[in-house]
């Protein structure tokens, strides 16, 4: 029996990625300006970043997401004494919809920030160095990815399109702002303990001080850490540390040993060994690293 097939309608389809950073810039970094023929995806995951694109400059917050178009002329650079994090992703895409992100600016929603962390996990996964290394220059397959990484990159990047091509017409036709609806309870006690943890990041905390800074009990501190981190309380605190050090070295505003002290380590030894067991670096490599790839990004041309 013959069965008619229907022909889905695609309305976008990425066909190559060029360039995929996850990228932490020291806070003079700049980038001198540049042009080429396919699209860029640029998005603040942290600090602040000032962008020209054709005509304009415009100061991205954290949380701001823009695109520059093929042949569009853009440059960049940290401002405000902040090191800047971006997510840095190129590609091909030859759909007339793609003319939608011209000349406009972003705020992610928290499912199009879910996509892009995804984005960011599966570029870790399928590339070899991942996204996240300074070593990263040109996507390169590696040899043990998950199957399917790189179909992941490409299908996350294209919801991620289609969600805010969707989004912005849905803004057209509205005519009362959304309502913003609060977080629940559980979610809204974890960003609490967050930054409870980021305004003491130099301290050595305990699990008994944050439990009784917040009148809840172990067992239940450590499961709604858990749910909603992936990681144990303190681990997830040493991270804070490890991501507030390297924000730092970016910066160049204190030496390793003034480094350590400040960030609560019991010494500059115990410091480098946990920065390396969560960088898979040294600080001072670290920082060798982010003055390279500063160095690469301001000279890099990208090929005809």
């Not at 806070?27 to 304009?56: M, N």
């Not at 998950?146 to 057209?172: P, T, Y």
């Not at 749910?227 to 160049?252: C, D, M, P, V």
């Amino acid at each position: 029996m013959n069965f008619p097939k229907y022909d889905l309608r695609i309305e976008l389809s990425i066909l190559q990625i060029i360039t995929f950073f996850y990228m932490e810039l020291p806070k003079r970094f700049w980038t001198p300006g540049e042009s080429h023929d396919f699209w860029e995806l640029c998005y603040v995951d942290k600090g602040q970043y000032e962008i020209v694109r054709g005509a304009e400059r415009i100061v991205l917050e954290q949380g701001d997401l823009l695109f520059y178009a093929p042949d569009e002329f853009h440059a960049g650079r940290a401002v405000n004494d902040t090191a800047p994090t971006l997510i840095i992703i190129s590609f091909v895409c030859d759909s007339a919809a793609m003319r939608f992100f011209e000349g406009k600016t972003f705020r992610p929603d928290e499912d199009e920030k879910v996509l892009l962390s995804r984005l960011v996990d599966e570029g870790r996964e399928a590339f070899d160095p991942p996204v996240d290394s300074p070593r990263m220059h040109r996507p390169s397959q590696r040899a043990a990815a998950a199957f399917g990484s790189e179909q992941m990159i490409k299908n996350h990047l294209e919801i991620l399109l289609v969600q805010l091509i969707r989004k912005g017409e849905i803004r057209k036709v509205q005519t009362k702002p959304e309502t913003i609806v609060a977080a629940n309870y559980n979610h809204a006690l974890v960003e609490q303990m967050i930054a409870y943890m980021n305004n003491r990041v130099g301290e050595s905390l305990t699990i008994e001080q944050i439990c009784s800074a917040f009148g809840t009990g172990r067992t239940r501190l450590m499961t709604l850490f858990k749910t909603a981190t992936g990681l144990g309380t303190i681990a997830y605190f040493n991270k804070l540390k490890i991501e507030r050090s390297k924000s730092l070295i970016r910066q160049h505003a204190y030496n390793m040993t003034e480094l350590s002290e400040r960030l609560g380590f019991t010494s500059v030894h115990h410091f480098s060994r946990s920065f390396k067991k969560e960088t898979g670096m040294t600080p001072t490599e670290y920082a060798r690293s982010v003055k390279a790839r500063a160095l690469r990004k301001a000279t890099d041309a990208y090929p005809e």
